[in-house]
């Protein structure tokens, strides 16, 4: 059985930081497609960044050059690093996984991903 549990979240003002968190269980982490997903109540869910079993790496353009995702295989924890947080960036933030093969123009899609946390908020007053 497949869980992760998100920490991490939080209210920061804009241009702060955060650094959510993802530990695994029931599975190795480093055989897995990983991934970060947020949603705002009334709109969509979005892909907001990727991280295959290969270390490679998939960022939505609206956080490209803020956020980083990162793993450690040794702790089964996948990382998200905010930095200069916008009012835009409040939502619910939620940890993915997968074990099957995720085409790389598939890898921002939620439809994608077996299991989900359940999730931790991010606040960035305006």
């Known amino acids: 059985q497949v869980q992760l549990v998100e920490s991490g979240g939080g209210s920061v003002q804009a241009g702060g930081s955060l650094r959510l968190s993802c530990v695994g269980s029931g599975y190795t982490l480093s055989s897995y497609c990983m991934g970060w997903f947020r949603q705002v109540p009334g709109k969509e869910r979005e892909g907001v960044a990727t991280i295959g079993s290969d270390a490679d790496t998939t960022y939505a353009d609206s956080v490209k050059g803020r956020f980083t995702i990162s793993k450690d295989n040794g702790k089964n924890t996948l990382y998200l690093q905010m930095n200069s947080l916008k009012p835009e960036d409040t939502a619910m933030y939620y940890c993915?996984?997968?074990?099957?093969?995720?085409?790389?123009?598939?890898?921002?899609?939620?439809?994608?991903?077996?299991?989900w946390g359940q999730g931790t908020q991010v606040t960035v007053p305006s």
């Open positions: 993915v996984a997968t074990n099957t093969t995720v085409p790389d123009v598939w890898l921002l899609l939620g439809h994608m991903y077996d299991w």
